[in-house]
Protein backbone atom coordinates (compact mmCIF):
# COMPACT_ATOMS: atom_id res chain seq x y z
CA UNK A 1 0.00 0.00 0.00
CA UNK A 2 1.27 4.01 -0.81
CA UNK A 3 0.53 6.32 1.68
CA UNK A 4 2.14 9.21 0.01
CA UNK A 5 3.22 11.83 2.28
CA UNK A 6 4.86 16.11 2.38
CA UNK A 7 8.00 15.97 5.18
CA UNK A 8 10.15 18.50 6.58
CA UNK A 9 13.64 18.37 7.31
CA UNK A 10 14.91 21.55 10.12
CA UNK A 11 18.41 22.18 10.19
CA UNK A 12 18.24 22.50 14.52
CA UNK A 13 21.31 24.87 14.51
CA UNK A 14 19.95 27.36 12.11
CA UNK A 15 16.39 27.00 11.89
CA UNK A 16 16.53 26.13 7.84
CA UNK A 17 14.33 23.70 6.12
CA UNK A 18 13.12 21.67 3.19
CA UNK A 19 10.07 20.73 2.43
CA UNK A 20 9.69 17.62 0.19
CA UNK A 21 7.07 15.05 -1.32
CA UNK A 22 7.46 10.81 -1.28
CA UNK A 23 4.99 9.77 -3.61
CA UNK A 24 6.52 6.50 -5.15
CA UNK A 25 5.16 2.88 -5.29
CA UNK A 26 4.90 1.43 -1.83
CA UNK A 27 6.34 4.57 0.11
CA UNK A 28 5.28 5.38 3.27
CA UNK A 29 6.16 8.19 6.14
CA UNK A 30 8.54 4.97 7.12
CA UNK A 31 10.40 3.74 4.53
CA UNK A 32 13.44 5.09 5.36
CA UNK A 33 13.81 7.43 2.82
CA UNK A 34 15.92 10.77 3.11
CA UNK A 35 15.14 13.37 1.22
CA UNK A 36 14.91 14.48 -2.74
CA UNK A 37 17.29 16.92 -2.12
CA UNK A 38 20.71 16.24 -3.66
CA UNK A 39 22.03 19.51 -1.67
CA UNK A 40 20.45 18.81 1.57
CA UNK A 41 20.57 15.20 1.79
CA UNK A 42 24.65 14.41 2.65
CA UNK A 43 24.41 17.28 4.82
CA UNK A 44 21.68 15.36 6.69
CA UNK A 45 23.83 12.32 5.86
CA UNK A 46 26.76 13.82 7.27
CA UNK A 47 25.40 15.31 10.41
CA UNK A 48 22.03 13.46 11.30
CA UNK A 49 22.47 15.07 14.88
CA UNK A 50 21.70 18.26 13.47
CA UNK A 51 18.19 17.46 11.37
CA UNK A 52 15.03 16.67 12.52
CA UNK A 53 12.46 15.16 10.37
CA UNK A 54 9.23 15.67 10.47
CA UNK A 55 5.97 14.12 8.31
CA UNK A 56 3.58 17.17 7.50
CA UNK A 57 0.68 15.49 5.48
CA UNK A 58 -0.44 11.86 4.10
CA UNK A 59 -2.27 11.11 1.69
CA UNK A 60 -2.45 10.01 -2.09
CA UNK A 61 0.39 10.87 -4.06
CA UNK A 62 -1.80 13.06 -6.28
CA UNK A 63 -3.45 15.29 -3.50
CA UNK A 64 0.33 15.34 -1.72
CA UNK A 65 2.16 16.19 -4.73
CA UNK A 66 -0.41 19.55 -5.39
CA UNK A 67 -0.65 20.51 -1.62
CA UNK A 68 3.19 20.61 -1.62
CA UNK A 69 3.63 22.61 -4.25
CA UNK A 70 0.61 24.59 -2.51
CA UNK A 71 2.47 25.16 0.29
CA UNK A 72 5.80 25.91 -1.31
CA UNK A 73 4.09 28.27 -3.22
CA UNK A 74 2.36 29.87 -0.03
CA UNK A 75 5.93 30.06 1.91
CA UNK A 76 7.67 31.56 -1.36
CA UNK A 77 10.05 28.24 -0.38
CA UNK A 78 12.48 28.88 -3.77
CA UNK A 79 13.01 32.98 -3.14
CA UNK A 80 12.89 32.30 1.31
CA UNK A 81 16.43 32.88 2.77
CA UNK A 82 15.23 30.18 5.32
CA UNK A 83 14.66 27.50 2.44
CA UNK A 84 16.90 25.03 1.17
CA UNK A 85 14.34 24.62 -1.36
CA UNK A 86 15.10 25.97 -4.78
CA UNK A 87 11.32 25.58 -6.58
CA UNK A 88 8.07 26.17 -5.19
CA UNK A 89 7.22 22.52 -6.33
CA UNK A 90 8.48 19.33 -6.65
CA UNK A 91 9.87 19.43 -10.20
CA UNK A 92 7.80 16.14 -10.88
CA UNK A 93 4.58 18.21 -10.46
CA UNK A 94 3.28 19.55 -13.86
CA UNK A 95 0.76 22.70 -13.59
CA UNK A 96 -2.07 20.63 -15.13
CA UNK A 97 -1.81 18.24 -12.19
CA UNK A 98 -0.08 15.35 -14.33
CA UNK A 99 2.76 13.41 -12.32
CA UNK A 100 5.70 11.98 -14.72
CA UNK A 101 6.71 8.74 -13.52
CA UNK A 102 9.79 8.94 -12.03
CA UNK A 103 11.92 7.22 -14.76
CA UNK A 104 10.99 10.18 -16.98
CA UNK A 105 12.14 12.75 -14.28
CA UNK A 106 15.52 10.99 -14.24
CA UNK A 107 15.69 10.83 -18.45
CA UNK A 108 14.90 14.55 -18.41
CA UNK A 109 17.93 15.18 -15.64
CA UNK A 110 20.06 13.11 -17.41
CA UNK A 111 19.22 15.39 -20.80
CA UNK A 112 19.69 18.41 -18.98
CA UNK A 113 22.97 18.06 -18.61
CA UNK A 114 25.03 20.40 -20.30
CA UNK A 115 22.51 22.84 -20.79
CA UNK A 116 23.06 26.06 -20.66
CA UNK A 117 21.21 27.56 -18.07
CA UNK A 118 18.89 30.71 -17.84
CA UNK A 119 19.65 33.58 -15.00
CA UNK A 120 17.12 32.64 -12.60
CA UNK A 121 18.28 29.02 -13.01
CA UNK A 122 22.51 30.47 -12.38
CA UNK A 123 20.62 32.13 -9.68
CA UNK A 124 19.21 29.23 -7.59
CA UNK A 125 22.68 27.05 -7.97
CA UNK A 126 24.09 30.12 -6.92
CA UNK A 127 22.05 30.43 -3.80
CA UNK A 128 22.58 26.55 -3.44
CA UNK A 129 26.17 26.83 -3.54
CA UNK A 130 25.88 29.61 -0.89
CA UNK A 131 23.67 27.56 1.49
CA UNK A 132 25.97 24.70 1.22
CA UNK A 133 29.47 26.81 1.35
CA UNK A 134 27.90 27.36 5.02
CA UNK A 135 28.19 23.64 5.89
CA UNK A 136 30.88 23.36 7.79
CA UNK A 137 31.11 19.70 7.45
CA UNK A 138 31.14 20.24 3.49
CA UNK A 139 33.74 23.23 3.95
CA UNK A 140 36.32 20.63 5.52
CA UNK A 141 35.77 18.29 2.61
CA UNK A 142 36.37 21.16 0.16
CA UNK A 143 39.45 22.38 1.69
CA UNK A 144 41.31 19.28 2.65
CA UNK A 145 45.07 20.20 3.34
CA UNK A 146 47.21 18.27 0.69
CA UNK A 147 49.47 16.21 2.09
CA UNK A 148 53.01 16.89 1.56
CA UNK A 149 54.08 14.10 -0.10
CA UNK A 150 50.44 14.94 -2.44
CA UNK A 151 51.72 18.09 -2.92
CA UNK A 152 55.54 17.80 -4.29
CA UNK A 153 53.72 15.47 -6.75
CA UNK A 154 51.74 18.10 -8.17
CA UNK A 155 55.01 20.41 -8.27
CA UNK A 156 57.01 17.60 -9.80
CA UNK A 157 54.29 16.70 -12.49
CA UNK A 158 54.46 20.43 -13.23
CA UNK A 159 58.02 21.40 -13.49
CA UNK A 160 59.53 21.78 -16.67
CA UNK A 161 55.91 21.54 -18.59
CA UNK A 162 55.91 23.74 -20.92
CA UNK A 163 52.48 25.75 -21.83
CA UNK A 164 51.51 26.19 -25.49
CA UNK A 165 51.46 28.83 -27.66
CA UNK A 166 47.46 29.00 -27.24
CA UNK A 167 47.68 28.67 -23.55
CA UNK A 168 50.55 31.83 -23.47
CA UNK A 169 48.09 33.71 -26.19
CA UNK A 170 44.87 33.25 -23.78
CA UNK A 171 47.10 34.52 -20.57
CA UNK A 172 47.90 37.34 -22.17
CA UNK A 173 44.87 38.40 -23.75
CA UNK A 174 43.02 37.80 -20.31
CA UNK A 175 45.78 40.05 -18.38
CA UNK A 176 45.60 42.96 -20.97
CA UNK A 177 44.89 46.04 -19.88
CA UNK A 178 44.75 45.01 -16.17
CA UNK A 179 46.62 46.16 -13.29
CA UNK A 180 49.14 43.44 -12.26
CA UNK A 181 49.53 43.28 -8.14
CA UNK A 182 47.89 41.57 -5.65
CA UNK A 183 44.76 44.08 -5.44
CA UNK A 184 41.84 45.28 -8.34
CA UNK A 185 41.54 48.94 -8.55
CA UNK A 186 38.48 48.67 -6.55
CA UNK A 187 40.23 46.89 -3.94
CA UNK A 188 43.21 49.30 -3.85
CA UNK A 189 40.00 52.44 -4.11
CA UNK A 190 38.54 51.01 -1.31
CA UNK A 191 42.18 50.63 0.72
CA UNK A 192 42.62 54.39 -0.26
CA UNK A 193 39.73 55.46 1.04
CA UNK A 194 39.60 53.68 3.89
CA UNK A 195 43.39 55.09 4.94
CA UNK A 196 42.20 58.77 4.01
CA UNK A 197 42.93 61.41 7.22
CA UNK A 198 44.67 57.95 8.96
CA UNK A 199 47.90 58.69 7.92
CA UNK A 200 50.29 57.47 10.81
CA UNK A 201 53.28 59.56 9.99
CA UNK A 202 52.76 63.65 10.60
CA UNK A 203 53.74 65.95 7.72
CA UNK A 204 56.62 67.63 7.97
CA UNK A 205 57.78 70.90 5.66
CA UNK A 206 61.40 70.87 3.78
CA UNK A 207 63.21 74.37 5.15
CA UNK A 208 65.04 74.63 2.35
CA UNK A 209 62.01 74.94 -0.29
CA UNK A 210 58.98 74.58 2.09
CA UNK A 211 57.84 71.75 0.51
CA UNK A 212 55.22 69.35 2.65
CA UNK A 213 55.06 65.67 2.27
CA UNK A 214 54.68 62.98 4.63
CA UNK A 215 56.91 59.96 3.67
CA UNK A 216 60.40 60.04 2.15
CA UNK A 217 60.69 63.19 2.82
CA UNK A 218 64.32 62.62 3.89
CA UNK A 219 65.19 61.14 0.38
CA UNK A 220 64.94 64.42 -1.99
CA UNK A 221 64.18 67.26 0.66
CA UNK A 222 65.97 68.27 3.85
CA UNK A 223 70.04 67.85 3.15
CA UNK A 224 69.36 66.29 -0.38
CA UNK A 225 67.22 69.11 -1.37
CA UNK A 226 68.00 70.68 -4.43
CA UNK A 227 67.41 74.40 -2.93
CA UNK A 228 69.49 73.77 -0.23
CA UNK A 229 72.66 76.04 -0.55
CA UNK A 230 75.63 74.77 0.03
ZN1 LIG B 1 63.22 70.74 -0.24
Known amino acids: MTIAYIYKWVHLPTSKWYIGVRTKNGCHPDDGYVCSSKIVKPLI ?3 PTEWQREILYTGTPDEMLKLES ?3 TNLDAKNNLNSYNLQNG ?3 FTTTG ?10 IRKGNSGKIRSE ?9 NQKKAQDLDYLKKLRKPKLDDHKSKISASLKG ?26 RREAIKK ?3 GKHTLPVVTCPH ?21 K
Not at 98 to 107: D, N, Y
Not at 209 to 229: L, P, Q, T
Request: proline content about 3%.
Open 120 to 128: QARENYRRA
Open 70 to 72: CIL
Open 45 to 47: ESS
Open 161 to 186: VNKTDEHKRAMSAAKKGKKTGPCSDA
Open 98 to 107: ITMPEAWVEK
Open 209 to 229: CGFNGRSNMKRWHFDNCKERK
Open 194 to 196: ALK
Open 90 to 92: DGN
